[in-house]
């Protein structure tokens, strides 16, 4: 009877173990988040860098996205093949960009 005790309690380790180890694999809740917003809600100097880099084309689309503390802006500019895709950091820097052009070549 011993025995099949100590054999319950090795196989219900096991199980917590397991389900330990698959809940790690999931994103904790709040880790990352994406939100589209308006010209309006953003600081003053990412709207600084949007209106120099946007050089008289449209601003499209905002999005505000939050990853480990860090809040950046994904910002679309014009269209067509005159588009541009930034990513602008809270205090205005533009930490990366992207042309509208195709890379089918």
């Known amino acids: ?4 005790s100590k054999q319950f309690a090795f ?3 096991v199980v917590a173990a397991a389900l330990a180890v698959a809940g790690c694999t999931e994103k904790p ?3 990352r988040s994406e939100e589209a917003i308006n010209l309006s809600q953003v600081p003053a100097p990412v709207k600084a860098t949007i209106d120099q880099q946007a ?5 499209g689309e905002i999005e505000k996205q939050t990853a480990k ?3 950046r802006y994904a910002v679309t500019l014009g269209s067509g093949n005159q588009k541009q895709e930034l ?3 809270e ?3 533009v930490v990366a960009t992207n042309t509208g052009e195709d890379d089918d070549d």
Request: aromatic content about 0%; proline content about 0%.
């Open 1 to 4: 009877m011993l025995i099949r």
């Open 55 to 59: 050089q008289g084309r449209s601003v």
């Open 29 to 31: 809740s709040g880790s």
């Open 11 to 13: 196989a219900a380790l």
């Open 69 to 71: 503390g860090t809040t």
């Open 87 to 89: 990513l602008i950091d």
């Open 91 to 93: 205090g205005g820097k």
